[in-house]
């Protein structure tokens, strides 16, 4: 601010002395534009103040606002000792991510009282506060994400509970501890009159391990669901993936700083049947690269995402029975529309078979390609199909799945997704890989999609 104000004083002299100088007009310009940039080589680089967000207290109460602080501080001032001129915002916009959630936007008000420019000289500092009311649907953990402006992101879990004040002001009072004294107090408040924690107790049955849910995501769907057709069978399916090394660049493209290890069971439980055994169980570890956006662009599609690796899959089982492949692979996957809202997504999956010694016919029924094809929103209704096409015959499979979040249809607190599943075709379990059965239409429940 200050610098285009000097910037303009030394141009208004430098006009007022070519008029005086009576040059002619087309000589004043080029005299002017020749001191302006020379002007410009010499000024000193602008003095601007520092903002940061404070990072807000790691519990909130849900009845109290979410409020963030921005510090403005003029560490680097202008030399001669002149204040700078920081202009505020009257809002302070974030981004709000939870659970299942696709991320929204929220808009903080600027406390009252705060002028919209603030003068500071060197060393000084402001405090400005900010605050908008959550919203019903966050719950759990919610990142922030500040808009506008480089900050760290915060992560901050919200109590709905009866004690969410007290709680709250307990975090309070333990993040602001300065004293050891302090912090004891602090951890004394944090126990209820008869003993009771009030903060969440850390859990006796877990195992310990540094940071290692930082590394662990999602990867195929994972879901319980039952269906009758001849008979009642269930299908139930569990997917993470672990990404082996989480580097400084988020945004690194390298190969080892984007190498996963995922794992894949998927089984028929046959409740039919006497004892209600499980008819098959197909594991698949695998071992891939992947980066969910390549940075290429096109007018053509929104984002591309990549992966290739390597997978094996087997239903554990021997003599007559056993079915095992291992598939090398690669998988780009094409984003179309807006990834907020309902867009459309391609992602075939193209692989070659060896070790299949148990099942060497494979490729005649399930070919050489799964082609995934999703359309639906992040935080609304989805159909995702994958289709399979055999290198004989018309062999091949229908898989479509449709899922709708819970949160949606029976409240915020709620998470997971309703699940509507139809199969029909070849290859449902690797054991009757050669084998239709009768279609098959399912419902049940999705923790993630």
Not at 11 to 27: E, G, S
Not at 40 to 60: D, F, H, K, N, W
Not at 306 to 325: P, Y
Request: aromatic share 12%; net charge positive.
């Amino acid at each position: 601010m200050h610098l285009v104000a000097s910037f303009d004083r030394f141009a208004r002299r430098i006009v007022v002395t070519i008029r005086r100088a009576h040059l002619p007009p087309r000589r004043n310009r080029l005299t002017l534009a020749f001191a302006v940039f020379a002007l410009s080589g010499a000024l000193p680089g602008e003095a601007a103040a520092t903002v940061a967000m404070l990072q807000p207290a790691r519990i909130a109460a849900a009845r109290e606002p979410l409020q963030l602080t921005l510090l403005y501080s003029a560490d680097d001032g202008h030399p001669d000792g002149r204040p700078l001129t920081v202009t505020v915002p009257q809002t302070l916009r974030v981004n709000l991510t939870g659970g299942e959630q696709a991320p929204q936007p929220l808009e903080l008000a600027r406390e009252a009282g705060v002028p919209d420019t603030l003068r500071l000289r060197p060393g000084q500092f402001r405090k400005v506060r900010f605050s908008a009311p959550w919203p019903e649907s966050a719950r759990g953990e919610m990142r922030i994400d500040p808009v506008g402006f480089d900050a760290s992101p915060a992560l901050v879990v919200i109590n709905r509970g009866p004690q969410q004040e007290a709680i709250a002001q307990a975090e309070r009072s333990e993040t602001q501890a300065s004293t050891p004294a302090q912090a004891a107090a602090t951890a004394a408040a944090l126990d209820g009159p008869t003993g009771d924690a009030i903060s969440p107790p850390g859990d006796s049955l877990s195992t310990t391990g540094r940071g290692v849910f930082a590394h662990v995501s999602y990867y195929e769907p994972m879901y319980f669901a039952v269906g009758h057709n001849g008979d009642t069978n269930a299908r139930l399916q569990l997917s993470f993936k672990y990404r082996l090394r989480i580097p400084d660049d988020l945004r690194s493209k390298a190969f080892i700083d984007n190498l996963y290890f995922a794992y894949t069971q998927t089984s028929i439980w046959d409740l039919s049947a006497e004892s209600r055994p499980f008819r098959d169980t197909t594991y698949s570890p695998q071992l891939f690269y992947y980066v969910p956006d390549t940075g290429w662009r096109s007018p053509l599609f929104t984002r591309m995402g990549f992966a290739a690796g390597v997978a094996h899959e087997s239903n554990g089982k021997g003599g007559a029975d056993s079915r095992s492949i291992n598939m090398p692979f690669i998988r780009p996957t094409w984003e179309f529309g807006d990834l907020t809202a309902n867009h459309l997504t391609v992602s075939p999956k193209i692989y070659y078979y060896f070790g299949k010694e148990s099942n060497p016919d494979i490729a005649d029924y399930r070919g050489y390609v799964d082609l995934l094809v999703k359309y639906g929103s992040p935080d609304g209704w989805q159909l995702a199909t994958t289709l399979r096409k055999g290198t004989k015959h018309w062999y091949g499979s229908v898989d479509t799945q449709f899922t709708y979040p819970l949160a949606k249809l029976l409240g915020s607190a709620w998470g997971g997704y309703l699940w509507i599943g139809y199969f029909n075709g070849y290859g449902e379990d690797l054991l009757d890989y050669n084998n239709r059965q009768h279609w098959m239409a399912r419902i049940g429940y999705s923790i993630a999609r």
